[in-house]
């Protein structure tokens, strides 16, 4: 699967990849805080309470931006229900 779509800042994103020394996980899902040229961005991920688990440097290959709104995806349309 590549990534469509170029993280912007307070984009959600979904963890693709793994880099070594992350503490993170595939599918652990946070948002862009800060853009990194060329191709880096930092992702701050929450615990259950809304504070700060871990601020993860990820590149844009190790992401996957989330749709919040009707985007045409690969022919699929994804709509937002409002949920």
Do not use: Y
């Not at 993170?24 to 948002?31: A, I, L, N, R, Y």
């Not at 700060?52 to 989330?66: E, F, I, K, S």
Request: glycine letters at 10%.
């Amino acid at each position: 699967m590549t990534n469509s779509r170029q993280p912007k800042l307070l984009d959600l994103v979904a963890v693709t990849k793994c880099p070594a020394g992350e503490p993170v996980e595939v599918g652990d899902v946070g948002t862009v805080v800060e853009l990194l040229p060329p191709d880096g961005v930092e992702v701050e991920f929450l615990d259950r309470d809304g504070g700060t688990r871990c601020v993860a440097t990820l590149t844009v290959n190790d992401v996957l931006v989330l749709n919040w709104v009707k985007t045409k995806v690969s022919g699929v349309i994804v709509v937002d229900k409002g949920h």
